[in-house]
């Protein structure tokens, strides 16, 4: 596991080595890419490396979890929002097509579900309002649903990636808006609980 960084110099050759990975992994496999080549191409001593990171993984993980927290920050320009979908859920798709490169460089290298355990992480540990929007609170049933929940969202996210964006951002805003109000399996078929 990646450790957090409480020194800003810590955090920055965190972050150093993060986009260092990215860039590598736009040029060849991530089996290809070793600690060794990596601080070699950053400038950072393997000493620093593992100082902040046991392993090139946890470094792709940093990599995602930062891209998460880059959301909350995230505005999609309003001159892009349709009137229909929430507008919070077609911020969320459009911010993911613009990360298009990293959805590339994740599903080259068979990394994808990486998105979708990261969600998970991501949800659990520091999105509360997440949390509390889809009922998890509740610590007997959190882990269940936020499973649940992040797993749709970047399986969607993910599908829709690698189906060229037939879809608008607002098409998949409302998909996704209709499968959280409106169960996709007909009551009556489902046994009573």
Not at 17 to 33: G, H, R, Y
Not at 57 to 81: C, G, T, W
Request: one cysteine or more; proline letters at 6%; aromatic letters at 10%.
């Amino acid at each position: 596991m990646y450790k957090r960084c409480p020194t800003a110099k810590g955090a920055a050759q965190q972050q150093i080595l993060e986009n260092t990975l990215f860039a590598m992994m736009q040029e060849m496999p991530f089996s290809s890419i070793s600690v060794r080549s990596m601080c070699e191409r950053a400038e950072v001593s393997r000493k620093t490396f593992y100082r902040l990171f046991d392993n090139k993984e946890d470094v792709l993980a940093a990599l995602i979890d930062h891209i998460y927290r880059s959301y909350i920050y995230f505005q999609m320009p309003k001159n892009q929002i349709v009137p229909g979908p929430p507008e919070d859920l077609q911020n969320f798709f459009y911010y993911w097509k613009q990360q298009t490169v990293l959805l590339d460089v994740l599903k080259a290298n068979h990394k994808s579900s990486l998105l979708i355990e990261r969600s998970v992480t991501h949800i659990q540990e520091e999105d509360s309002n997440i949390l509390h929007s889809i009922g998890a609170e509740n610590p007997s049933r959190s882990r269940e649903t936020v499973l649940f929940f992040s797993s749709g969202c970047m399986a969607l996210v993910i599908d829709w990636h690698e189906t060229g964006y037939k879809k608008s951002v607002a098409e998949m805003a409302d998909i996704f808006a209709k499968l959280l109000t409106t169960p996709p399996i007909r009551p009556e078929i489902l046994p009573e609980i």
